[in-house]
């Protein structure tokens, strides 16, 4: 079957989008180097750069938080495809500054290999890099060790958290140990309920029969836990609700940051539906929704299902998730 | 034929990015079952950097070349293809001199840096379900033919064969590495995309040689 998808040549995937992304938000973001965004009004030197890198097709991550109190670089990749070390090294040479630059990675055979080379290059140059890895998925089990646990969209919200840090002149240090703090308190579980074309291939990433679903999905479809028939969205959320609350350990009194992120075909109506039952479980364990937030911020193409992602929260994490942020996907005043 | 100089470098070279290019379809079909399905198209877009490669090249720097080819392919944004193999021909270039020609034991030891730079990237060993299934056993090939005191040809050829059973073998284990592993026992039954890759290189490597 012919892919139905708005595209040119597949080759031109990548460049073509980040060609009309940036062109879209000028006003925010800048293409260097044919893979590098960056920001336009550069944050100042005495101030900690975040980088991050990761493959194309999942927008608006991870470029889409480029931006004032979030992202300074992201180097991307291909479809689904880390950048190479050399693009990533240069994204890090680029940021290089006194303050120094915390590099986030999500757990990805491909992402890793690239960043540990990039390090190894950014260390022999002596540049001032620290390396935080997001490994927050719960598929594999709780007690899976990090190695093994893939880094989903718990990268986004970390973002925020070392971005509202480094704009606030926190030290390197600083920076690292309020993200890792954010990092050891958050989980993400998926579920996919249609597949996706893959947009070089025309190819589907997955199979799933029509009346069944599958939760701990990966973004690039690779399988999760296990399949079973479609659930209403209050017996799904309970399912994945239950096992997240048990990874952060969060308990009555507490207080999280609760996020629906859109798989891509997954319609915002469903999305909400689902949020609305997450709130009022997590109210009957008296477990406090102190921040939220629901809608598309990584998704895998046209793939239908959601990620479901729970952070145990402290005042000072609300108030860094509360600081202002001005990027395309995600503005806070 | 005894030794391997820089213009048969070239043309080993350039038969095994043939055989991606011939297979490439195949290989993404091969990722369809166990990974995201592009495998071949990443495979293809690699290697073709290096004909670019060997195209801008001159003189007769065996150990530049190889350098020159792994980075290339590290700058083509593959995910794990690249700096898995952009290691491989990085390490290839560590274990050669500069202006060289290259008898049997020197080819041998060439793979076996290579296949130690690879290493550098992946824990992964024989069985685990990745490249080094057809790796390894193709280096140890390279190796054991050297030492028997075949010629060169029959050394790829050795190899050649070790690596398509190397690559064959990975049909009946569980991935223990990279997004396949996820699927654990989903996974048997179907042929590693990497192992193949790395199995078709080195028959492109042995075609070259018999030529």
Redesign the interface.
């Known amino acids: 079957m012919a892919m139905k998808k708005f595209i040119n040549d597949p080759a031109n995937l990548t460049s073509e989008l980040l060609e009309g992304y940036t062109m879209a938000y000028s006003n925010k973001v800048k293409l260097v180097s044919d893979k590098l965004v960056c920001r336009v009004n550069e944050k100042s030197k005495d101030k900690v750069a975040i980088v991050t890198l990761g493959g194309a097709g999942h927008e608006p991550a991870l470029e889409g938080f480029v931006g004032e109190g979030m992202l300074d670089v992201s180097a991307v990749g291909d479809i689904f495809a880390a950048p190479g070390p050399p693009k990533v090294f240069e994204a890090l040479k680029m940021m290089d500054r006194p303050a120094g630059v915390l590099f986030v990675v999500l757990n990805h055979a491909g992402d890793v290999m690239s960043a540990n080379m990039a390090m190894k290059m950014a260390e022999k140059e002596g540049l001032n890099v620290k390396m935080i890895l997001t490994h927050e998925d719960i598929a594999p089990g709780i007690d899976t060790p990090d190695e093994d646990k893939r880094g989903l969209v718990g990268c986004v919200p970390l973002y925020k958290i070392a971005g509202a840090a480094a704009e606030a002149g926190a030290s390197l240090d600083e920076v690292y140990r309020v993200a890792e703090k954010f990092n050891n308190n958050m989980a993400t579980l998926a579920v996919a309920l249609k597949t996706a074309t893959h947009p070089s291939t025309g190819e589907s990433i997955f199979d799933l029969a029509d009346d069944e679903m599958e939760i701990g999905m990966g973004q690039h479809g690779e399988a999760g836990t296990g399949k079973s028939k479609i659930m209403t969205a209050d017996e799904t959320a309970e399912i994945m609700l239950t096992q997240l609350v048990k990874a952060v350990g969060a308990k009555s009194g507490d207080k999280v940051f609760a996020m629906i992120n859109g798989a891509g075909a997954t319609t915002l109506m469903e999305q909400f539906i689902v949020f609305r039952h997450v709130k009022k479980s997590l109210a009957e364990k008296g477990i406090e929704v102190a921040r939220a937030h629901v809608g598309e911020v990584l998704t895998v193409q046209e793939m239908g299902g959601f990620q479901m992602f729970l952070a145990k929260m402290d005042d000072e994490l609300i108030k860094l998730w509360d600081a202002p942020c001005d990027t395309a996907f995600l503005t806070i005043r | 034929m005894s030794e391997v100089n820089f213009d048969m470098l070239c043309r080993i070279m350039s038969s095994a990015v043939g055989k991606i290019r011939d297979n490439h379809e195949e290989l993404?079909k091969l990722d369809?079952a166990i990974?995201?399905?592009?495998h071949?198209?990443?495979m293809l877009?690699s290697m073709e950097s290096v004909d670019t490669t060997i195209a801008e090249a001159s003189g007769d720097d065996v150990k530049g070349l190889l350098y020159d080819i792994g980075?290339n392919?590290?700058?083509?944004?593959?995910?794990?293809?690249?700096?898995?193999l952009?290691?491989l021909f990085m390490g290839m270039s560590d274990g050669v001199e500069v202006e060289t020609t290259l008898d049997a034991d020197a080819v041998a030891a060439m793979f076996r840096a290579g296949l130690e730079g690879m290493s550098v990237?992946?824990k992964a060993n024989v069985g685990d379900k990745t490249m080094m299934d057809a790796l390894i056993p193709a280096v140890e090939a390279l190796e054991a033919a050297s030492k028997e005191g075949k010629t060169i040809a029959e050394m790829f050829e050795a190899a050649a064969i070790a690596a398509k059973q190397g690559a064959e073998s990975t049909k009946d284990m569980q991935a223990k590495?990279?997004?396949?592993?996820?699927?654990?026992e989903?996974t048997l039954g179907f042929q590693d995309p990497g192992a193949t890759s790395i199995s078709y290189i080195f028959a492109g490597f042995a075609e070259a040689i018999n030529v």
Request: charged share 20%; glycine share 24%; aromatic share 6%.
């Open positions: 993404t369809s990974g995201d399905g592009d071949g198209t990443t877009r980075w392919i590290m700058c083509c944004d593959g995910g794990s293809t690249g700096p898995l952009g290691s990237q992946s590495f990279g997004r396949a592993r996820n699927l654990g989903r």
